[in-house]
């Protein structure tokens, strides 16, 4: 994404929005990958879990995580919605 904005394909901001959503995904589904055999269901989830994706986050709580999460997504799709025309 960096080497795609730099060369001018992507806006700088464009670029940004989608470099955080990355780098606020990748942990979070590297855990629930050794965390899990299946999908998180919040409600089920452990408490101990949920501190270990709100620090890897880096958000204060996992009731922040998942706004923090839900407006890098909700960026994501705008971003992909409006360059793919759709």
């Known amino acids: 994404l960096e080497k795609i904005a730099a060369a001018g394909l992507l806006?700088?901001?464009d670029?940004?929005?989608l470099l955080a959503a990355a780098r606020l995904e990748q942990p979070l589904t590297q855990i629930?990958?050794?965390?899990?055999?299946e999908?998180?269901?919040?409600?089920?989830?452990?408490q101990g879990l949920k501190a270990l994706l709100a620090r890897a986050g880096g958000t204060r709580d996992f009731a922040t995580l998942e706004q923090e999460l839900s407006a890098r997504q909700a960026d994501v799709r705008l971003i992909f919605a409006r360059l793919m025309g759709g």
Request: charged share 25%; glycine share 0%; net charge negative.
């Open 11 to 13: 806006a700088t901001d």
């Open 15 to 17: 670029a940004a929005a």
């Open 32 to 37: 629930l990958r050794i965390a899990l055999d």
């Open 39 to 46: 999908n998180l269901d919040r409600a089920q989830a452990s």
